[in-house]
Structure formats: structure tokens, C-alpha cells
């Protein structure tokens, strides 16, 4: 009885996830973009919880792999494609792009498509076990989040446009399903040889965070992205 009860216990807390992931779809949608954001992580501190819990109570399913999927997409694809959406229609067009603005922001779901595809590479190659190849969609998702909420004022003002914000989607599309080896910060001890990369991208995230503010995990993803491109090129 009780092992039948526990192995539902990493599937539920994935549905929490996916359930968290619609509340910031719905946010994402009216341009809520704060309560966008937290309910994006919270569905990101579900994430990290049901492989935790898979892996300590050993309830691995095949249902699970592809429950857990299904709710990254929503979570951390369609949820930032539409924080991407709703801020195409309020950041400023060219003239020459003035008659095509109703149609433009529907190119954010290019997030959702290339999350999916991110999301069925992963779980079919098995070169991602202790790292990643490209990038995670949690980070992307991050990324879009941070950017959207903390930066706002700017990206809606003269000096940044529809043409930027396509650019960054299909640059951030593309490291989705990119062969850019990308490290993972998972500990196995507090040794500086065996994790050099990851404390050398902790000392510097965290000034990030206290000069920047929200806007700062925007810039802990892109220092992630180059510090993985730096390390890679190294190797």
C-alpha cells in the first residue's frame, strides 16, 4: 500500500507543476507580468522536487518521464511565449512594420515550438546526463521572465522595438535545441577542481543579482550561456 502511494508522490507534485504553469499562462495573457514570473518559478521549484523525490523514493515511469515533459512545455514554453506575446504588443514598431503589428506577436509562439523540441531531445539523448546541450528550458524561461518583468520600462520605450525582441526570440530558440554544451550546477562536493565552472558562476551571479535586481537573472542566463561557451570552446 504504501509503495503505490509513493510512487504517485513525483507525478503529483509534476501536476503541480503543470498547474502552476497554466496560472502563468492566464497571468502572462491580461500582462500580469510579476505574478507571471512567480508562478514560473514556482513551477520551476516543483520541477527540481519531483525528479528529487523520483529519484530518492525510486518511483521512475515512463508516465512520469512524459508527464514531466508535458508540463515543462506549458511551464516554461507556452508561459514565457506569452509574456513574449502580450509585450509584442505593447513595445514600439518602425514605421515600415506599422499595418503588420496585429501579426508579429504570434511569433512568440516560436518559444513554445523550439521548448518542445528541446524538451524530446532531452529525453532521448543520453549524452545529457550530467550536463546539459543547450539550453534548459527552465533557464529560458527564466530568462524571458526576469527580462520582461525588470526591464519593462525600457523595452517598451522608443529605443528598443519589435525587430530587437524578434531577434532575441529567435537567437534564444535557437540555443534551445543548439549543440552548445552547457554545464550543470549540481554539486557532488564542495571541492574548487571538481566544480570550478559552477563557483566561478556563483561569485559572479551574485553580484548580478544585488546590482541588477529582477532584471538580474536575465543576466545570470546570458552569463551562463558564455561562461558554457567559454568552458566548452576550452575542452
Not at 525587430?163 to 535557437?174: D, G, P
Not at 551562463?224 to 561557451?229: D, E, G, N, P
Request: aromatic fraction near 16%.
Amino acid at each position: 500500500m504504501a509503495n503505490s502511494i509513493t510512487r504517485h508522490i513525483p507525478n503529483s507534485v509534476t501536476c503541480l507543476n503543470l498547474f502552476s504553469g497554466c496560472i502563468a499562462c492566464v497571468m502572462a495573457f491580461e500582462a500580469e507580468y510579476e505574478l507571471a514570473m512567480l508562478f514560473i518559478i514556482l513551477s520551476a521549484v516543483f520541477d527540481f522536487f519531483d525528479g528529487m523525490l523520483a529519484r530518492t523514493l525510486h518511483a521512475y515511469s515512463k508516465i512520469g518521464k512524459d508527464l514531466d515533459s508535458l508540463a515543462d512545455d506549458v511551464s516554461f514554453g507556452v508561459a514565457p511565449s506569452l509574456l513574449v506575446f502580450s509585450l509584442f504588443k505593447e513595445v514600439h514598431y518602425p514605421s515600415f512594420l506599422i499595418g503588420l503589428d496585429a501579426y508579429i506577436p504570434y511569433l512568440a509562439f516560436t518559444i513554445s515550438v523550439f521548448s518542445a523540441l528541446r524538451l524530446a531531445k532531452f529525453n532521448v539523448d543520453e549524452r545529457q546526463t550530467s550536463s546539459f546541450i543547450g539550453l534548459p528550458v527552465p533557464a529560458n524561461a527564466l530568462f524571458w521572465g526576469s527580462l520582461v518583468v525588470g526591464a519593462h520600462d525600457f523595452l517598451i520605450t522608443d529605443n528598443f522595438n519589435a525587430i530587437y525582441l524578434f531577434v532575441l526570440v529567435a537567437l534564444f530558440s535557437y540555443l534551445l535545441v543548439s549543440e552548445i554544451p552547457m554545464f550543470s550546477l549540481k554539486f557532488k562536493n564542495l571541492s574548487w577542481k571538481d566544480n570550478k565552472v559552477s563557483f566561478i558562476f556563483l561569485l559572479v551571479t551574485i553580484p548580478m543579482l544585488l546590482l541588477l535586481g529582477i532584471a538580474g537573472f536575465a543576466a545570470v542566463i546570458v552569463w551562463y550561456i558564455v561562461l558554457s561557451v567559454i568552458t566548452g570552446f576550452k575542452k
